[in-house]
């Protein structure tokens, strides 16, 4: 599980995170959603350790991820796709994938590499496998993001904006990836843009604004016209989102 | 006696092993100053607390100073201090390392924060320790971003190892120095130095150019 109790995080005199609480359990996809600059980035950012916490306390399967020691056990059962998929250049697709099982999961060589295949081969990237990433596609990229992540056989899925950098096309390539692994139970915190997608892959909703949670409820309520939807703010975000 | 000013076999001996000291001190504090240089790139980028701020301070007051008068204070201001005995090959060899350090360290830290932020902070996320992040992902990157910087480096840094002709060292400008005063032909005696030191030059570029180009060949990303 992964829980988050009370997060605070600010930027200088702005505040960012103001008060976040949060659960995530094995087998949920939770779609956090919310405006530009409402803390979505930031929160996925404090789970993973990349930011101190000023207040709060996160924990992934028990580990507190402001303890140094215990971040590396978290940081071995969660794993981030990232927004601009933050591939190593000098590496092809391959090493990519397999330099974190490699080092820090101590796997061999063949081992890893071989995995790596399989897992670029299951999203169609087996004949890119060693290219790099600079002679890859937008979508190619991410593809390679989302198997350098699920090479560590992480509990949890961190994916923020995933495909906010690619063209619909090439969004489409993706997102078909993550219906898949939601249907095979894989955990994620699903930050996104993608509501009507969101709305077909998770189990929960959950609505970021201004550094506060202001609603997390089933997706079917979060829909439905006497929950999510009449929170005015809701009601007005997804209109506005569903006319771009 | 009649002044022997006439050129000999003898002299492209005496200029060969003039170009060999120069050439010996040249690697021996390119290796030193690699070293050293890399080192204190390495304890800036643990951010190791007051020992970053006492290198940053020290290689600014080795960039700002004269090498003459670095060579000066540590071959005859050392031994006034410390009482110790430093002969004209060891002060060379102190001074154009530490020199060397200095700028190699200025190359270092800004190949090291060439990389981009987001790459070092994916690879930490996915566990790696900071050696294995500059080890795996800054390290290849950085010597790449670095090659071209360094080359121009060491073809500058050739020239001034004539500097330590004036403690006596016997490289090749002193060579030049003592042809000059038996010949009294400086025109032939100093554009002959020049060459040599111009060839050299030319070679250490040349190295410089087929090695960047080997380290980015087996790369595709030098698009990036
Ligand atoms: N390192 C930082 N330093 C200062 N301010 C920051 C930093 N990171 C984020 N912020 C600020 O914190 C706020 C929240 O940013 P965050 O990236 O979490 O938003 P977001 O919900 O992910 O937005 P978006 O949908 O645009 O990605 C913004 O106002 C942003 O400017
Ligand atoms: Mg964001």
Redesign the pocket.
């Known amino acids: 599980m992964i829980s988050v109790r009370g997060v605070r ?1 600010s ?2 005199s ?1 505040t ?2 103001d008060g976040i609480d949060l659960e995530v359990h094995r087998g949920e996809v939770v779609s956090i959603l ?12 404090c789970i993973n350790g990349l ?1 101190k916490l000023d207040g709060g306390r996160i924990t992934v399967d028990d580990f507190d991820v402001s303890h140094p020691k215990q971040l590396a056990e978290a940081r071995k059962r969660s794993a981030t796709v990232f ?1 601009l998929f933050n591939l190593y250049p000098h590496m092809t697709a391959v090493q990519n994938v397999t330099l974190a099982p490699i080092q820090v999961l101590k796997q061999s060589r063949t081992q890893a590499e071989s995995a790596a295949r399989a897992l670029l081969d299951s999203v169609g990237l087996g004949a890119r496998a060693d290219a790099y990433p600079a002679q890859l596609s937008g979508g190619q990229r991410q593809r390679v993001g989302i198997c350098r992540a699920l090479a560590m056989k992480p509990s949890y899925l961190l994916l ?2 995933i495909t ?1 950098a690619l063209d619909p096309e090439m969004t489409a390539e993706v997102l078909s990836i993550l219906a898949r692994l939601a249907k095979t139970g894989t955990t994620m915190v699903f ?1 996104t ?1 993608e509501i009507e997608f969101a709305r077909t892959i998770s189990s929960r909703i959950v609505f ?1 604004d201004k ?1 506060q949670l202001v609603v997390d409820l089933p997706t079917g309520q979060f829909f439905a016209p006497d929950g999510g939807m009449s929170k005015p703010r809701i009601a007005q975000f997804l209109s506005k989102m569903r006319k771009d | 006696m009649m002044r022997y000013t006439s050129f000999t076999s003898y002299d492209f001996i005496l200029l060969a092993q003039g170009l060999g000291v120069s050439l010996a001190l040249f690697l021996a504090t390119t290796l030193i100053g690699l070293f050293v240089g890399t080192m204190w790139a390495i304890i800036r980028f643990y951010r190791v607390p007051v020992l970053t701020q006492f290198i940053t301070f020290f290689a600014e007051l080795l960039k700002n100073s004269p090498v003459l008068v670095q060579l000066f204070l540590v071959f005859f201001g050392l031994p006034a201090l410390a009482k110790i005995n430093i002969t004209p090959v060891e002060a060379a060899v102190i001074t154009l390392s530490g020199n060397t350090a200095a700028f190699i360290y200025v190359i270092a830290v800004s190949a090291i924060e060439s990389i981009g932020r987001d790459q070092i902070e994916s690879a930490r996320v996915f566990g790696l320790s900071r050696w294995q992040v500059l080890r795996h992902v800054i390290a290849p990157q950085a010597v790449a971003f670095a090659i071209g910087p360094l080359t121009g480096l060491l073809v500058n840094q050739l020239q001034v190892t004539s500097l330590i002709s004036v403690i006596g060292v016997v490289d090749l400008t002193k060579i030049g120095n003592i042809l000059n005063l038996r010949t009294l032909k400086p025109f032939i005696v100093w554009t002959v130095v020049g060459g040599l030191y111009y060839v050299t030059a030319k070679l250490i570029a040349y190295g410089g150019a087929r090695l960047e180009q080997r380290l980015r060949a087996h790369t595709a990303w030098k698009g990036l």
């Open positions: 995080k930027f200088g702005a960012v995170l919310g405006s530009s600059g409402s803390g979505k980035s930031t929160l996925v950012r930011e927004q923020d904006e906010s930050v843009h970021l550094g």
